[in-house]
């Protein structure tokens, strides 16, 4: 029976595990969304302004500044993706 339980275990840790992972692929897609639409609406501009109140919100977050080959610049990233490109 002690395996049964260590396996029972297991899989609800792997599951938590996947639903966090599942967790974070929403909100990447919805940052992105959000991100795509300032950018059409107010350009580059508004996603840097955005990026960096979320930066602030959330010093500990997942948004931060690093080199996009896309733009050619150093813009805010989600994980790694580029807010402003998307690449």
Excluded at 43 to 60: D, H, K, T
Aim: hydrophobic letters at 35%; proline letters at 3%.
């Amino acid at each position: 029976m002690l395996p049964e339980i260590a396996s029972l275990l297991s899989s609800q840790k792997l599951l938590s595990q996947f639903k966090s992972k599942i967790m974070a692929i929403k909100k990447l897609k919805h940052i992105t969304q959000i991100c795509k639409e300032l950018y059409e609406e107010k350009g580059a501009s508004a996603v840097y302004e955005y990026a960096n109140e979320r930066m602030n919100q959330m010093p500990n977050g997942n948004v931060s500044y690093k080199q996009c080959a896309g733009c050619e610049a150093e813009t805010p990233h989600w994980h790694d993706t580029c807010l402003i490109c998307g690449s």
